[in-house]
């Protein structure tokens, strides 16, 4: 949603925003896109309360601080962190990985809590800053350092994110950040996307789900670079 964000509309003729207004719209559509995702999701029994418990909470820590501090940020650098974080998570989705765990049930997941909560406190705070609560970071690092059962990584990294957004949202929105006419037109639109996907996905090889998010991540993270580097 951000480079969608800072690039269809001048290409369409539409005016054209700055990183700081771009990532205080997204974290409001990250809101309700988790939060209409989840739902899917949890129907589908790929969410880990547990998870939610550990690093939701640390996310939501985390995004709040960044949101907040983001305001006496400049948007040059918030661009640049998103890339390089884009970039890194990229990366990272490309290292082959053998699935283990596939059918295992969320409630009986096993994986080491302390780095989970490290992991994502860390997340949370450069997510709050770039207004993406960290969903593209999460999925990587969940994967390959937690090594969680993909479906069970998508469904309850929307968890994880929907707290993080909720505060996020909220530092935002007390500092003055967010554009709500486009905000709303986000969400409008958000809502049903998000279901669509969710039920979607599920009927997906993990494979390709992990193809499809790397791909993306990717092409996100370079054209980033490109803005920062050129300035175009």
Do not use: C
């Not at 907040?68 to 400049?74: E, L």
């Not at 969320?106 to 080491?112: A, H, V």
């Amino acid at each position: 949603m951000i480079p969608l964000l800072l690039y269809v509309p001048p290409l369409l003729g539409v005016g054209q925003l700055d990183m700081k207004a771009v990532a205080a719209i997204s974290m409001v559509q990250v809101l309700s896109a988790s939060l209409s995702g989840l739902i899917v999701h949890h129907k589908n029994r790929f969410v880990s309360k547990s998870l939610l418990l550990y690093m939701g909470i640390s996310n939501a820590i985390g995004n709040l601080a960044g949101s907040i501090f983001s305001k006496h940020t400049k948007s040059d650098l918030l661009l640049a962190i998103f890339a390089t974080m884009a970039v890194i998570a990229a990366v990272v989705m490309f290292i082959p990985k053998r699935e283990q765990g596939e059918n295992i049930s969320p409630d009986e997941l096993m994986y080491n809590k302390p780095l989970s909560i490290f992991i994502s406190l860390s997340i949370g705070s450069f997510g709050g800053m770039v207004g993406a609560p960290g969903a593209f970071i999460y999925i990587p690092a969940m994967l390959y350092l937690l090594n969680i059962p993909t479906r069970i990584v998508i469904g309850s990294t929307l968890g994880i994110v929907l707290m993080g957004a909720i505060t996020g949202t909220i530092g935002k929105m007390t500092t003055g950040q967010i554009i709500w006419p486009y905000a709303i037109a986000l969400v409008t639109g958000t809502v049903p996307g998000a279901q669509i996907g969710g039920n979607i996905s599920k009927n997906v090889n993990t494979k390709y789900l992990r193809l499809a998010i790397a791909v993306i991540i990717a092409v996100t993270g370079v054209r980033m670079w490109y803005q920062v580097m050129t300035g175009n």
